[in-house]
């Protein structure tokens, strides 16, 4: 942080490659640029396909290791999306966040190249899953999970399968039933479930505020879904990133783990943290058209003040809120660096 050493690459890079989605789910934390105000992301609405491949190339051979091709939109409705899986899976690992709404057949049959695909649902009724998601595309989801499972199934890249995550967005509306959500994920022969508090505190979501959730029930339930576990199927109950009723909280007043991953938007620019894509003070710089132009903003000194100015106060909840913590033991050094 002082500039004394230079700053390695990303553990990850974090891509969200076209800013269009074919849902409407009233808490998404893309709303923002996605549907209310649009023209933030500007012209270029998607990344193209060969500039991705160039980018893989570039993060290769820099060192990062992993590849997620993430939100900020439904990556699967970019046609290039199979072709990036594929090119990218020979140089690193990756990951797709994904709806599961629209596959197109080259998409099954790259996602199993990936090291895992999450598979965001965050219902087990129809009816819940058009109040949540804004459309009425349940039975087409799991239709869908179904072609993967079967598909991956059979199609083993280098010995290894890629992990399928049923994700569980917890919200008032689907509260009661996520024992229910856990048992058909295992029924649709998914390797993980994982569920955790929606974050709804962000003030750039449309009508703000703390959710009112049974916490009892919450917790009931996931002590139910815990028991559901297998050598083959695995769940994560995820509470930490919040306090005990389920709210937004830090522990932490120093943002030092946003270096762990880079965003990279539609846009073709850098931002400095997942939670805050498309935000104008956030921006790093441009990594469009020329990939190795990141190296001249990354580690430098305005990234630096930048990570240093970062009120946590402001912040919503922090997807590395963990890493947060540690990476504040590690710099303290409290008998801890030399002694994992």
Not at 52 to 80: N, Q, Y
Not at 141 to 170: E, P, Q, T, Y
Request: negative net charge.
């Amino acid at each position: 942080m002082d500039g004394s050493e230079p700053l390695g690459p990303p553990v990850e890079v974090n891509l969200d490659i076209f800013a269009e989605c074919n849902l409407n789910c009233y808490f998404c934390i893309g709303q923002r640029y996605l549907v209310d105000h649009r023209e933030e992301v500007g012209p270029m609405r998607q990344l193209p396909t060969e500039y991705m491949l160039r980018l893989v190339d570039f993060l290769a051979d820099w060192g990062v290791r992993g590849l997620c091709i993430s939100g900020g939109g439904e990556p699967t409705l970019h046609k290039g999306l199979a072709k990036v899986i594929r090119y990218a899976a020979s140089k690193m690992d990756v990951s797709v966040v994904t709806n599961a709404v629209k596959w197109e057949e080259p998409v099954v049959e790259a996602l199993p190249y990936c090291r895992w695909v999450a598979l965001s649902v965050d219902a087990a009724t129809r009816g819940t899953y058009a109040v949540v998601k804004g459309r009425d595309k349940f039975p087409q989801v799991l239709h869908n999970l179904v072609r993967l499972h079967l598909w991956r199934a059979g199609h083993s890249i280098n010995n290894r399968a890629a992990d399928l995550c049923f994700k569980f967005l917890i919200l008032p509306e689907n509260q009661y039933e996520i024992y229910d959500a856990c048992k058909m994920a295992k029924s649709l022969g998914v390797q993980d479930f994982h569920a955790r508090p929606a974050d709804f505190e962000r003030p750039d979501i449309k009508g703000h505020r703390k959710l009112e959730l049974d916490r009892d029930a919450i917790l009931q339930q996931f002590e139910r879904c815990h028991e559901e576990e297998t050598e083959d199927f695995h769940v994560y109950t995820i509470s930490h990133k919040f306090n005990a009723d389920f709210h937004v909280e830090h522990q932490f007043q120093q943002c030092l783990a946003s270096p762990l991953v880079l965003p990279l938007l539609q846009d073709g620019n850098g931002y400095l943290c997942v939670d805050r894509k498309m935000e104008a003070d956030f921006r790093l710089g441009s990594a469009y058209p020329n990939p190795e132009s990141i190296l001249e903003w990354w580690g430098s000194d305005s990234h630096r003040d930048l990570i240093k100015s970062v009120d946590i106060g402001s912040c919503s909840r922090c997807t590395w809120s963990a890493y947060q913590s540690q990476a504040v033991a590690i710099r303290n050094d409290s008998m801890s660096l030399s002694f994992p």
